[in-house]
């Protein structure tokens, strides 16, 4: 285990965070806020000066192995979190230590889960760094650092970085260096929340709030600086907009490179983005009937509130603009599913990805069919492509620790006697990277409810979700730390 390489790799990290907080520091100086002024510079401060003593412990051999990018991807995400929530600590506004870790790592992992009970409160200038947490963590600050930092040539440790940090399945390379192709990534990213932000505000949503929501949305968060989220405008442009946006953040960032060099064959031929799609279509039209009756037999209407929430609920934004936890339980019920199944693999959505969906339901049909006919030679095939052993492998080793995950963190938080949906919601949407749940935790609820452990397992959680569980787990694992 190469431990110089690991804190080296952490310390840049840090030193971006710094960096990260000095828009926030400047919104704070224009608005006169004060409090927040020092404690953004305080927090300023702490991350540069522990950064720089990390990089300062240059390693003579900075080349990392894919445990080593396991490890700095689980690591730079918990400390992350953890000098992340500094500002709302020493502003005052959150200054419980595990509540204020809750908000950041929410954040930072684009869950949306909030335990603040008045989002309006709260300075500009700490509204801003809290849905920026969501832009930030929706492409992931890792394959930013990978866009500008030089890195040990030929080693691969870019690759190992990158394939623990981004959501999915599979990672490979749009182009041949890793560079470049976190460059494309976070152009591809910053084009779309740029023309969602003009798409707002010639709507006549404020400047800030666009930048609010656009974060959300590109993040697949779902923040908002309204104790109603987007029903507080009650827009059907700006509705229409972010939904939208919602589902074009929800698809696979590796579907724009083929769009923007002519590749439309891949483009067209993607099984993974098709079934997406089938599936988003589908849920929208289902509820949209199921709830017919709730809005007067209006069509446009339950039309209007089950794109949006289905978009949202989907992709894992969180954002609302109806409390569906009200709804029929055919819908409350298909929103769980939507929550569980997610977005595509390599967007910044959560959830267990429709490309594992994919793959498992093509490896049920072919065992089906060596069932049937034993000596039948077949080869399981998503795009044209072999799926190998090893995927398959992952995708089950995935199934089956997230679903003891689930099962543990329930057991847990069912200590704090809240009703079944509650518990078993607010484990979903965190594990998930939702947000809303049902019921306590729906969309006009939040998670102050819980208690001191019940929110340390819902953090774990959302770790865990974003990064896709493995990184977590191998902190824990012997077999990571034994030096071979």
Not at 58 to 64: A, E, Q, W
Not at 264 to 271: L, Q, Y
């Amino acid at each position: 285990m190469n431990i110089r390489a690991i804190v080296f790799y952490i310390g840049y990290i840090l030193r971006l965070e710094a960096l990260m907080l000095l828009p926030s520091i400047g919104i704070a100086l224009y608005r006169h806020e004060m409090s927040c002024v020092v404690a953004f510079l305080i927090a300023f401060a702490v991350l540069m000066i522990v950064g720089q003593g990390m990089v300062m412990l240059k390693p003579n051999d900075r080349s990392i192995r894919a445990k080593e990018g396991f490890v700095i991807v689980a690591l730079g995400w918990i400390f992350m979190s953890v000098f992340g929530c500094l500002p709302f600590i020493l502003s005052g506004y959150i200054p419980n230590f595990v509540d204020a870790l809750f908000e950041t790592t929410s954040g930072f992992t684009t869950t949306g889960a909030t335990i603040l009970t008045d989002v309006e409160v709260l300075p500009r200038s700490l509204l801003y760094w809290r849905s920026f947490t969501h832009w930030v963590g929706g492409m992931g600050v890792l394959v930013f650092m990978l866009a500008i930092v030089p890195s040990s040539k030929g080693s691969g440790d870019s690759l190992h970085i990158l394939h623990a940090e981004s959501p999915g399945p599979v990672v490979g390379k749009l182009v041949p260096k890793m560079r470049f192709t976190a460059r494309i990534l976070y152009a591809i990213y910053i084009v779309l929340t740029v023309i969602e932000i003009i798409l707002l505000v010639a709507g006549g949503m404020p400047f800030f709030d666009s930048l609010i929501h656009a974060f959300g949305t590109a993040g697949t968060g779902g923040f908002s600086n309204m104790n109603l989220s987007v029903a507080a405008y009650n827009n059907v442009y700006f509705e229409i907009v972010i939904g939208v946006f919602m589902a074009l953040f929800g698809v696979n960032f590796t579907i724009y490179h083929c769009a923007l060099v002519g590749d439309f064959k891949s483009v067209f031929r993607n099984e993974e983005l098709r079934l997406y799609f089938l599936i988003l279509v589908c849920a929208i039209l289902a509820i949209t009937i199921n709830i017919l009756p709730l809005y007067g037999n209006s069509f446009f209407t339950s039309l209007r509130y089950s794109f949006f929430q289905v978009s949202s609920i989907m992709t894992t934004t969180g954002f609302s603009t109806a409390d569906f936890s009200e709804w029929p339980e055919f819908s409350r019920l298909l929103l769980i599913a939507l929550m569980i199944i997610g977005a595509c693999a390599g967007s910044t959505g959560g959830g267990i990805k429709v490309s594992r969906l994919l793959i498992l339901g093509k490896s049920a049909m072919h065992t089906l069919r060596k069932l049937s006919h034993p000596q039948s030679v077949s080869v399981l095939r998503i795009d044209g492509r072999k799926i190998g052993d090893n995927v398959l492998s992952s995708v089950n080793g995935f199934l089956v620790i997230y679903l003891g995950i689930c099962a543990a963190s329930i057991v847990i938080v069912s200590l704090d006697n809240l009703d079944t949906a509650t518990t078993i919601s607010a484990v979903f949407a965190c594990l998930n990277n939702i947000g809303p749940g049902l019921n306590v935790v729906g969309p006009l609820g939040n998670y102050n409810v819980f208690s001191g452990l019940s929110k340390v397992v819902l953090i774990f959680d959302m770790l865990l979700g974003r990064l896709e569980i493995f990184p977590i787990v191998m902190l824990f694992s012997p077999m990571t730390w034994r030096r071979l």
